[in-house]
């Protein structure tokens, strides 16, 4: 069975960093492309950014560039974000992903983070 | 606000059918067979439901069936039970950006 566990959100000051961790199991994660994507409070999806198997290309929303980074170790099965400078409107939920045949077949439960003072 | 287009809300009887839409250009939706179709339930992760315009994963009953025409793409969802309830999600590949954009999100009620 595919398991996806996001781990790493919480409150942070605006400003702040994060890093944003995804834990995969049940299938083979080297294998598949990688995604985050996030939701914020009561409203709609947004692909923040996704990774290549190999974690040779990655790509990020362009609002989000410079301050989001994603990577991974494909050695521990795990799936990153790096988010500083972060800013009120970077709260949400953020979910984690396999980004496979452009699709996202499998999601995460995804964690909240929070930006505030 | 949202890349693609669709209806906040959209509601049905059991049993009855319903068809979400969702709209985008020629530069997204019009240009790829990439739309894809998610539930979410309040609270949960999204499910995929369709992917690649029409195609269902193994898994997901056939109740659901995607389709699309020119810019706008279609989820159809017949023979609606209580737990159909939820909210949905379409997304396509935009090359004008080189990202993947989601629809605003329908929330589907079953009366």
């Known amino acids: 069975e595919v398991q996806l566990v996001e781990s790493g959100g919480g409150l942070v000051q605006p400003g702040g960093s994060l890093r944003l961790s995804c834990a995969a199991s049940g299938f083979t994660f080297s294998t598949y492309w990688m995604s985050w994507v996030r939701q914020a409070p009561g409203k709609g999806l947004e692909w923040v950014a996704n990774?290549?198997?190999?974690?040779?290309?990655?790509y990020h929303v362009d609002s989000l560039k410079g301050r989001f980074t994603i990577s991974r170790d494909n050695t521990k099965s795990s799936l990153y974000l790096q988010m500083d400078s972060l800013r009120a409107e970077d709260t949400a939920v953020y979910y984690c992903a396999t980004h496979h045949n452009n699709r996202f077949d499998y999601w995460g439960q995804g964690t909240l983070v929070t930006v505030s003072s | 606000q949202s890349a693609l287009t669709q209806p906040a809300s959209v509601s049905g009887s059991p049993g009855q059918s319903i068809t979400i839409s969702c709209t985008g250009t020629s530069s997204d939706v019009g240009s790829y067979n990439l739309v894809s179709w998610y539930q979410q339930h309040p609270g949960k992760g999204p499910k995929l439901m369709i992917y690649?315009?029409?195609k269902r994963p193994s898994g997901v009953s056939n109740r659901f069936s995607g389709s699309k025409s020119g810019n706008t793409a279609s989820l159809t969802i017949s023979g609606l039970q209580a737990e159909d309830e939820a909210d949905y999600y379409c997304c396509s590949y935009a090359r004008s950006s080189l990202s993947w954009v989601f629809g605003g999100g329908t929330t589907l009620t079953v009366l």
């Open positions: 990774i290549k198997e190999d974690g040779s290309e990655r």
């Open positions: 690649e315009d029409n």
